[in-house]
């Protein structure tokens, strides 16, 4: 007897053919864009030689747009660079202070020194948008007067995201400059050149190339973006630059090219006239930084900008009382890091201040809601195949990074997720403020004047590399609204010479920006 399926029974057939063909189709689709992924990534390798030659391809970057400039400067003997000259710009920050205001030099003959010293260095590291011409007239102006101001003829150099009178911004001149700017100048110093900005420049009518390379001054090899205002002034071609800081750009820069920077707290200096490319980033506050070659420097140019009587706390930067200092090393794995911040921990007990390991307990939740607000314009350089922690991740098709981060789910929920509502960025905010208050309420229980970290959870080994994990760490400062600087560490560098130097990053409580001072100092490595 022959028997027929039910009804039942048929509806089941039909679907798991429909389930069996479905799964049949998704894998199929799958080994598709896994084949199209590969065959785009071997594109992308073969044709990545013509798009970004090696760094010995590249013998000379084009002097061409400074030439006229390169005129003037040269003298009877061919030379532009004089021993006079480089007397000058081997002068301390300190040094040079003293002799324009006794005096000893004239403000046009230390424009001059730096000009060609500029120039010098542009060669190298190709940082220049543009010199300003005005700043020869204002220093014949200052030659035959007064002096002006405790700055008096201090050449100075800006980043091309600060807004300058004499300069126009993306073909528009600016009514007024940047505060920081528009300070020192009222000082007395004179703004003489403008250093390029990350990814593409603002200033649209300067005279440097738009598409070049940018070098490092660490070891001369190409390293895209990362050699700006910072090369300029480690290369000793400018003795003060002027900057923002935003997820610690000033600072890395500095570090990653031997120099010093210092982020002032928030609201205590106006960030006006600073303009980032990245706009927004809730609850990430930007802040003006100074870039010098010592730590004297910053700190004169800051005590004359905030005058003696809003200076309430210098005694705290002259000071030669104790500090109770934390150190943070738990959130290191690499050698390199540990060390630098343990050889920072002894330098600091040599001059009789108390070290106390300290570490914030909710950092690891911070970083998450920390990439939470980053996380959409740093994925456009999809920093997951990036990272330094997933060379899996590194290996996979472009187009399969997202099936593969799904495994991650529960790690990536918060750091993925956008913010799309007011309600979320209020409750964001809220979110940033607890773990303020909670990171406040660590440091008090703990006692502490300042606190040592590194800048890099991981080791810097090529600063191109875009890697979401160094975020936090830099980030905290102007989450939190902290004052922060970074020395780099000479005895840091040891073993690592084809390596950039590594450094120390210093932070303290909202306000308290001279105590942070005098712990850079303390840091400073003597010449």
């Given at each position: 007897?022959?028997?027929?399926?039910?009804?039942?029974?048929?509806?089941?057939?039909?679907?798991?053919?429909?389930?069996?063909?479905?799964?049949?189709?998704?894998?199929?689709?799958?080994?598709?864009?896994?084949?199209?992924?590969?065959?785009?990534?071997?594109?992308?390798?073969?044709?990545?030689?013509?798009?970004?030659?090696p760094?010995?391809?590249?013998?000379?970057?084009?002097?061409?747009?400074?030439?006229?400039?390169?005129?003037?400067?040269?003298?009877?003997?061919?030379?532009?660079?004089?021993?006079?000259?480089?007397?000058?710009?081997?002068?301390?920050?300190?040094?040079?202070?003293?002799?324009?205001?006794?005096?000893?030099?004239?403000?046009?003959?230390?424009?001059?020194?730096?000009?060609?010293k500029?120039?010098?260095?542009?060669?190298?590291?190709?940082?220049?948008?543009?010199?300003?011409?005005?700043?020869?007239?204002?220093?014949?102006?200052?030659?035959?007067?007064?002096?002006?101001g405790?700055?008096?003829?201090?050449?100075?150099?800006?980043?091309?995201?600060?807004?300058?009178?004499?300069?126009?911004?993306?073909?528009?001149?600016?009514?007024?400059?940047a505060?920081?700017?528009?300070?020192?100048?009222?000082?007395?110093?004179?703004?003489?050149?403008?250093?390029?900005?990350?990814?593409?420049?603002?200033?649209?009518?300067?005279?440097?190339?738009?598409?070049?390379?940018?070098?490092?001054?660490?070891?001369?090899?190409?390293?895209?973006?990362?050699?700006?205002?910072?090369?300029?002034?480690?290369?000793?071609?400018?003795?003060?630059?002027?900057?923002?800081?935003?997820?610690?750009?000033?600072?890395?820069?500095?570090?990653?090219?031997?120099?010093?920077?210092?982020?002032?707290?928030?609201?205590?200096?106006?960030?006006?006239g600073i303009?980032?490319?990245?706009?927004?980033?809730?609850?990430?506050k930007?802040?003006?930084a100074?870039?010098?070659?010592d730590?004297?420097?910053?700190?004169?140019?800051?005590?004359?900008?905030?005058?003696?009587?809003?200076?309430k706390?210098?005694?705290?930067y002259?000071?030669?009382?104790?500090?109770?200092?934390?150190?943070?090393?738990?959130?290191l794995?690499?050698?390199?890091?540990?060390?630098?911040?343990?050889?920072?921990?002894?330098?600091?007990?040599?001059?009789?201040?108390?070290?106390?390991?300290?570490?914030?307990?909710?950092?690891?939740?911070?970083?998450?809601?920390?990439?939470?607000?980053?996380?959409?314009?740093?994925?456009?350089?999809?920093?997951?195949?990036?990272?330094?922690?997933?060379?899996?991740l590194?290996?996979?098709?472009?187009?399969?990074?997202?099936?593969?981060?799904?495994?991650?789910?529960?790690?990536?929920?918060?750091?993925?997720?956008?913010?799309?509502?007011?309600?979320?960025?209020?409750?964001?905010?809220?979110?940033?403020?607890?773990?303020?208050?909670?990171?406040c309420?660590?440091?008090?229980?703990?006692?502490?004047?300042?606190l040592?970290?590194p800048?890099?959870?991981?080791?810097?080994?090529?600063?191109?590399?875009?890697?979401?994990?160094?975020?936090?760490?830099?980030?905290?400062?102007?989450?939190?609204?902290?004052?922060?600087?970074?020395?780099?560490?000479?005895?840091?560098?040891?073993?690592?010479?084809?390596?950039?130097?590594?450094?120390?990053?210093?932070?303290?409580?909202?306000?308290?920006?001279?105590?942070?001072?005098?712990?850079?100092?303390?840091?400073?490595?003597?010449?």
């Amino acid at each position: 007897m022959v028997s027929f399926p039910t009804k039942h029974q048929d509806l089941s057939y039909s679907s798991s053919i429909v389930v069996f063909g479905t799964a049949c189709i998704v894998m199929t689709a799958f080994l598709a864009c896994n084949v199209v992924a590969i065959g785009i990534k071997r594109r992308r390798k073969s044709s990545v030689g013509q798009r970004h030659p090696p760094a010995s391809i590249i013998t000379k970057i084009p002097t061409k747009p400074f030439d006229e400039l390169r005129k003037k400067l040269t003298d009877a003997n061919e030379e532009i660079l004089t021993e006079e000259r480089q007397r000058i710009c081997n002068l301390s920050f300190c040094q040079l202070l003293n002799e324009l205001q006794e005096g000893t030099v004239k403000p046009s003959d230390v424009l001059r020194a730096y000009q060609a010293k500029t120039l010098a260095s542009s060669e190298q590291s190709n940082c220049i948008a543009e010199f300003i011409e005005e700043a020869e007239m204002m220093a014949a102006e200052l030659d035959g007067a007064t002096v002006k101001g405790a700055l008096h003829g201090l050449p100075i150099s800006v980043k091309e995201n600060c807004t300058l009178p004499t300069s126009s911004w993306s073909l528009k001149a600016t009514e007024r400059p940047a505060t920081v700017p528009e300070v020192l100048m009222a000082l007395g110093a004179i703004p003489f050149c403008r250093t390029k900005s990350m990814y593409q420049p603002m200033t649209l009518d300067q005279n440097a190339n738009a598409v070049e390379y940018l070098q490092s001054r660490h070891n001369e090899t190409t390293r895209t973006q990362f050699a700006t205002d910072s090369a300029l002034v480690g290369s000793g071609g400018s003795p003060l630059g002027v900057a923002g800081d935003l997820l610690g750009s000033a600072r890395l820069q500095a570090l990653l090219n031997g120099c010093i920077a210092f982020k002032f707290t928030t609201n205590r200096v106006s960030n006006r006239g600073i303009f980032h490319q990245i706009k927004q980033l809730p609850g990430c506050k930007s802040a003006p930084a100074l870039i010098s070659r010592d730590v004297d420097g910053i700190a004169e140019v800051a005590k004359q900008m905030f005058n003696n009587r809003l200076m309430k706390q210098r005694d705290n930067y002259c000071s030669t009382q104790p500090l109770r200092i934390g150190y943070w090393t738990d959130a290191l794995e690499d050698k390199p890091e540990r060390n630098a911040v343990v050889k920072a921990k002894e330098v600091l007990e040599e001059h009789g201040n108390e070290l106390v390991p300290f570490a914030f307990k909710a950092f690891d939740e911070f970083g998450h809601i920390g990439c939470h607000s980053c996380i959409k314009p740093i994925a456009v350089n999809n920093p997951m195949k990036k990272s330094q922690s997933g060379p899996s991740l590194r290996k996979t098709p472009t187009l399969s990074t997202d099936t593969k981060a799904n495994d991650h789910a529960p790690h990536l929920g918060k750091t993925i997720g956008t913010i799309n509502t007011t309600f979320e960025a209020m409750r964001f905010k809220l979110e940033v403020r607890r773990f303020f208050h909670e990171f406040c309420d660590e440091w008090r229980a703990a006692g502490l004047d300042a606190l040592i970290c590194p800048p890099f959870p991981l080791q810097a080994e090529d600063f191109s590399t875009e890697s979401a994990e160094s975020i936090p760490h830099v980030a905290m400062a102007n989450a939190f609204n902290l004052p922060a600087g970074l020395v780099p560490l000479a005895n840091a560098k040891e073993n690592r010479p084809q390596n950039p130097p590594m450094g120390c990053s210093i932070v303290g409580l909202p306000y308290q920006d001279e105590t942070v001072l005098r712990v850079m100092r303390e840091l400073q490595a003597p010449e």
